[in-house]
């Protein structure tokens, strides 16, 4: 167990829905990542958060947004959903966000649009 | 741009056999950090070691060893006497520095390790 929580573990839900992951990082680390891992593209970086602000950006779609609350905790919220976003999403957390600091995941959130 | 290439897509072993999954990475930078995670049938990522660009040691962790070669841009995993509770997806991941000393990492595609009784 890494420490890392996401919620909910499985989510089924139709095209051009909106849903909202939900993620809580490991007890005092600042920083969240975002990564999406399909079949296609493999596991891919979205978006990192450290102590509430946007850090960096990757491969994130423009109807994908993120944000990072006081407590820490982090959404993704996923919009206009289309079958291609059917993925397992994965949140992790680390102490600062350098490069000394290791990433350690949660157990994902599997994505199914049908 | 950062490459990570683990050109074994599945592997597939009988218990007690060595096996050695092969990480091959492409950088520009002179300091930078590599990973390997474990993902296995379950889901989640297991972080399994991190080695840094100036650390060029081998490292061992119980059946688990390392060979990190610069000269080849490689860093190898090896797992001695395997078993099945070995079986997984392994991925090599290797740091991709952001402005503002931001990290994100670069994973392979992986390799799928088949350990049979």
């Known amino acids: 167990d890494s420490g890392v929580t996401q919620t909910p573990k499985h989510l089924i839900t139709a095209t051009g829905q909106r849903v909202t992951l939900r993620c809580s990082p490991r007890s005092g680390d600042l920083s969240v990542y975002w990564y999406q891992q399909s079949l296609d593209q493999g596991l891919q970086f979205l978006i990192q958060y450290y102590n509430g602000e946007e850090r960096a950006k990757g491969n994130i779609l423009e109807r994908f947004s993120a944000q990072q609350f006081p407590d820490l905790h982090s959404e993704l919220n996923l919009s206009s959903l289309e079958l291609g976003d059917s993925a397992l999403y994965f949140c992790a957390s680390s102490v600062g966000g350098s490069i000394t600091d290791t990433q350690y995941f949660g157990p994902g959130t599997r994505l199914t649009v049908l | ?117």
């Open chain 2, 1 to 117: 741009a950062q490459k990570v290439t683990q050109a074994q897509t599945e592997i597939s072993v009988v218990e007690k056999e060595d096996v050695t999954l092969d990480c091959v990475y492409e950088t520009r930078d002179t300091t930078y950090y590599l990973f390997w995670y474990k993902q296995p049938p379950s889901g989640e990522l297991v972080f399994l070691i991190r080695r840094n660009s100036f650390d060029e040691q081998n490292e061992i962790s119980g059946r688990y060893s390392w060979n990190f070669q610069k000269s080849t841009s490689s860093f190898n995993f090896t797992i001695t006497a395997s078993q099945v509770v070995d079986s997984a997806v392994y991925f090599c991941a290797l740091s991709d520095p952001h402005q503002g000393g931001s990290e994100k990492l670069v994973f392979g595609k992986g390799t799928k390790l088949t350990v049979n009784p």
